[in-house]
């Protein structure tokens, strides 16, 4: 049988781009905010757009979708991607219209991008390079190519181990951040034309 993907929907996500581009890969997507399903599925995507605050009350406002997914992941062992905001969620803070929780699955914070060349304009928006870094140069999902980026707010790591790659935005911002089975990408898969569509493909055949 395929494989069941959780697409979650809780209000702030580019769904339909992103269920399109995993329906191009091959993937069975469920789009849901349903904690039973998440349970089930044998993968998890949280995408999202906007604000790291109303993102992240989005999310809270789903009832059980947070236990849910924490279940599935930290003790069912499923892969999960977070996408954009998404990713930033997995931080432990947000920093945007004042201080947020985020999911602390990586310990970290979402902060303003303040570009050390005053010419760097934010948000940081188009196609830009991935790089990884030394530790993550053979990872089984992310790769090392150009994403396409749309954020003014970037996650910083607390630990430079979570930190997979990076790009260059007057100054490096992190562009990929994991730990076991949980992987978090700042650029949008789903506009990343084949690099993107590689990228998922991958995600699906992924076993950490």
Known sequence: MAEVIALVDYGAGNLHSVENALKRVGAKVKVTADPDVLRAADRIILPGVGSFNACAAGLRAEKGVIEAMRERVFVGGAPFLGICVGMQLLATRGLEHGV???LDWIEGEVRLIKPTDTS???????????AMTPHAKNHEVIEEGEAYFLHSYHFHANSGKDVL?????????????????ILGVQFHPEKSQSYGLTLLSRFLEWKP
Do not use: F, Q, Y
């Not at 790659?165 to 089975?181: E, F, I, K, S």
């Open 100 to 102: 947020t929780p985020g």
């Open 120 to 130: 760097v304009k934010v948000p940081h928006m188009g196609w830009n390079d991935v």
């Open 165 to 181: 790659a990076m790009t260059d935005h007057g100054g490096g911002l992190v562009a990929a951040v994991g730990r076991d089975n």
